[in-house]
């Protein structure tokens, strides 16, 4: 049997639509937790989020603050009568945020990538009752995201809610994580059982498309937002530059929430596509702007050793090679043949110039 169709999301129906998730990126201090968790509009945000163990990128950065971070969670939670959310990658981890009883966990992108971490922490969680939310892996490979999943599911854990907090892609032009939202739009119906929560802040990586994203996952039938929040984002700790403040939240929410009365849709399939085609052609723009810049600095290079700008031999290798990957591709030799004459004009212009 499919182990993800044995996924319970009874979990979910307890919250409002949407589930807003939303605290800063790290605990830093009991003020800033105490002041953030104060802060956050209550009649939006239902679970409170701070990391505690911070994943970063290079030793030496700030790696978040540990066991003293979960007690000042526990009084923000005290006071504001919000449920806790924490990252946990290891049995450490897992043993702490049990004995603080943070009410959700959540699995990072760096973890779900990693099969040994994901056992380690599905068999230490071994038939937990609560939510456990898994965040997709750094690289877009679904199979992985699925499998980690299926790790907890054969512990009995079956409170589960994926997080889609985009993807590490090797020059993306628009945003910190591509979204790929084609890709987990293809899991999200062939499993629409497993909530699914939108991460703007992460896929972003700045404040500016926090609406943008928020919007569309929310209009793709998405069935939360995880948002990073902070008292002082641009003296953070940790992703200084997504982090909005409570007070931006509530704006933000209000604007997506409140303009139209929201039905739970359905995934809509032409938008689905239709969101993805605008995503390719703004690729194709971005690689021809690279390709310019590349044309100009072997313009340069030319003219430094004076070598002549169109060399024909060269040429009719390049079109050979276009020709095998139109069969290859089952493409269209010839229009691809136009857009490369109209290309290469440009290039040669360029080169000259
Ligand atoms: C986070 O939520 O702060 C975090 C580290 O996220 P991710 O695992 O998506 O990078
Ligand atoms: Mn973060």
């Keep these: 049997m499919d182990l993800l169709k ?32 104060n802060k956050l509009n209550k009649s939006y945000v239902e679970i409170f989020r701070s990391g505690i163990w911070k994943p970063r990128t290079k030793p030496g950065m700030f790696e978040g603050v540990g066991e003293n971070g979960l007690k000042w969670m526990v009084k923000a939670r005290e006071k504001n009568n919000i449920l806790l959310a924490t990252e946990v990658a290891n ?26 971490t994901m056992q380690e922490i599905a068999d230490n969680l071994k038939n937990y009752n609560n939510i456990v939310l898994v965040k997709n892996p750094l690289n877009l490979d679904i199979e992985l ?52 929560i939108c991460d703007p802040s992460h896929i972003a990586g700045n404040t500016e498309r926090i609406y943008e994203i928020s919007e569309k996952a929310i209009n793709f039938g998405y069935d939360g937002l995880m948002i990073e929040t902070h008292n002082n984002p641009k003296k953070a700790l940790s992703d200084s530059n997504q982090q909005i403040t409570p007070e931006n939240l509530t704006k933000i929410l209000n604007k997506i929430l409140l303009k139209k009365k929201i039905n739970k849709q359905y995934i809509n399939d032409l938008n689905m596509y239709r969101t993805n085609i605008k995503e390719i052609d703004e690729n194709i723009i971005h690689l021809l702007h690279n390709r310019f810049i590349t044309s100009k600095n072997i313009g340069k290079i030319k003219n430094k050793y004076n070598i002549e700008i169109l060399q024909k031999e060269i040429m009719l290798k390049i079109k050979e090679n276009y020709k095998k990957m139109c069969n290859v591709l089952n493409l269209d030799e010839h229009l691809i043949q136009q857009i490369f004459d109209e290309i290469h004009k440009k290039s040669i212009e360029i080169q000259i110039k």
Excluded at 9 to 25: A, R, V
Excluded at 91 to 116: E, M, Q
């Design 6 to 37: 044995k996924i319970n999301n009874n979990w979910i129906k307890k919250f409002s639509y949407p589930l807003i998730i939303s605290g800063p990126c790290s605990a830093e201090n009991e003020k800033q937790i105490l002041k953030i968790s």
């Design 91 to 116: 049995k450490h981890h897992i043993k702490l945020a049990l004995k603080y009883k943070i009410d959700v966990l959540w699995i990072g992108a760096r973890s779900t990538c990693n099969p040994f």
């Design 145 to 196: 995201w699925i499998g980690s999943i299926e790790r907890l599911i054969k512990n009995n854990i079956k409170n589960i809610g994926l997080i889609h907090r985009g993807f590490s892609i090797y020059k993306s032009y628009k945003y910190r994580n591509e979204p790929c939202w084609l890709e987990v739009l293809k899991l999200k119906k062939k499993y629409p059982n497993i909530p699914i």
